[in-house]
């Protein structure tokens, strides 16, 4: 499950930000809330994403080499400590969805902060994924692995 859902985070919100991007140019409104909604769902899908990554956290382990197993402990880190961003942004764009139907002179501005903080944790997502990538694919190994953490992650079942 985590690795068909794992793009979502980073594809969906780039889709969405390139959208938001051109809503905003277009100074549309509709178009506006529409990419909102894609920059909203793209967000709310690192929740999924992170639990089908715990969850997979022992198989994959035990698939691992031990190169992989120390990118795959990088990985869980990097999730673990900056998922928070992809919520923030989630709810900085229902924000910028609901708020402008009371005071619509805040669509701009908040349409524009959303974009702001996508680019940012869309490179949190790349961040977090280049990690990620390195675990079972020895052709994306151009560096040696991050050294072992002090303390190993323990899995919680």
Same mark, same amino acid.
């Given at each position: 499950?985590?690795?068909?859902?794992?793009?979502?985070?980073?594809?969906?919100?780039?889709?969405?930000?390139?959208?938001?991007?051109?809503?905003?140019?277009?100074?549309?409104?509709?178009? &506006? #809330?529409?990419?909102?909604?894609?920059?909203?769902? /793209?967000?709310?899908? +690192?929740?999924? *994403?992170?639990?089908? !990554?715990?969850?997979?956290?022992?198989?994959?382990?035990?698939?691992?080499?031990?190169?992989?197993?120390?990118?795959?402990?990088?990985?869980?880190?990097?999730?673990?400590?900056?998922?928070?961003?992809?919520?923030?942004?989630?709810?900085?764009?229902?924000?910028? &969805? #609901?708020?402008?139907?009371?005071?619509?002179?805040? /669509?701009?501005?908040? +349409?524009?902060? *959303?974009?702001?903080? !996508?680019?940012?944790?869309?490179?949190?997502?790349?961040?977090?994924?280049?990690?990620?990538?390195?675990?079972?694919?020895?052709?994306?190994?151009?560096?040696?692995?991050?050294?072992?953490?002090?303390?190993?992650?323990?899995?919680?079942?």
């Amino acid at each position: 499950m985590h690795v068909l859902l794992n793009p979502i985070p980073v594809y969906g919100l780039a889709i969405g930000v390139v959208g938001l991007l051109l809503a905003v140019i277009a100074r549309n409104r509709s178009t &506006i #809330v529409i990419a909102l909604v894609l920059v909203f769902l /793209s967000g709310l899908s +690192a929740c999924p *994403t992170y639990y089908y !990554g715990e969850a997979a956290y022992d198989r994959v382990t035990a698939m691992a080499d031990t190169a992989g197993d120390q990118w795959l402990d990088e990985h869980m880190e990097r999730a673990e400590n900056l998922i928070p961003a992809f919520y923030m942004l989630a709810g900085l764009a229902f924000v910028a &969805i #609901v708020t402008p139907v009371k005071w619509p002179r805040s /669509s701009l501005p908040l +349409a524009i902060s *959303t974009i702001v903080l !996508g680019l940012v944790t869309l490179g949190i997502g790349g961040w977090i994924a280049y990690a990620g990538g390195h675990v079972r694919h020895k052709e994306f190994r151009f560096e040696p692995p991050p050294s072992p953490r002090e303390h190993h992650h323990e899995h919680e079942h």
